[in-house]
């Protein structure tokens, strides 16, 4: 019913750049906030940065000034633009919506926090 797919992971040098982005498939009536997480091995997962549906956005400290997060709620994508990388922002990074409504049939039903599968992120130093 919904889904997350994210893409654009890969390998950099430190002081390149990725876009990562995020794929909503479904057919949605609205999806609230959204957001980048990452985890890197032996740490908790934690948050990157989010967007609500209105544009507004907010960022860790660790990739203030460097990341661009955006989205496009007509296409229902979202997307991450990394700048200046750091080995230590290697990581698996996840995709997440935190409400979404969506059509089942000819009614609607809601689904929260949902997650991508992720996509591996490496940074060499």
């Known amino acids: 019913q919904v889904q997350l797919v994210e893409s654009g992971g890969g390998l950099v040098q430190a002081g390149g750049s990725l876009r990562l982005s995020c794929v909503a498939s479904?057919?949605?009536?609205?999806?609230?906030?959204m957001g980048w997480y990452r985890q890197a091995p032996g740490k908790q997962r934690e948050l990157v940065a989010t967007?609500?549906?209105?544009?507004?956005?907010n960022y860790s400290d660790p990739v203030k000034g460097r990341f661009i997060i955006s989205r496009d709620n007509y296409k229902n994508t979202m997307a991450l633009q990394m700048n200046s990388l750091k080995p230590e922002d290697a990581a698996v990074y996840y995709c997440?919506?935190?409400?979404?409504?969506?059509?089942?049939?000819?009614?609607?039903?809601?689904?929260?926090?949902?997650w991508g599968q992720g996509t591996q992120v490496t940074v060499a130093s």
């Open positions: 479904g057919r949605f009536y609205a999806i609230n906030d």
């Open positions: 967007i609500t549906s209105g544009g507004t956005t």
């Open positions: 997440h919506a935190d409400r979404v409504v969506y059509y089942r049939g000819s009614s609607r039903s809601t689904v929260e926090n949902v």
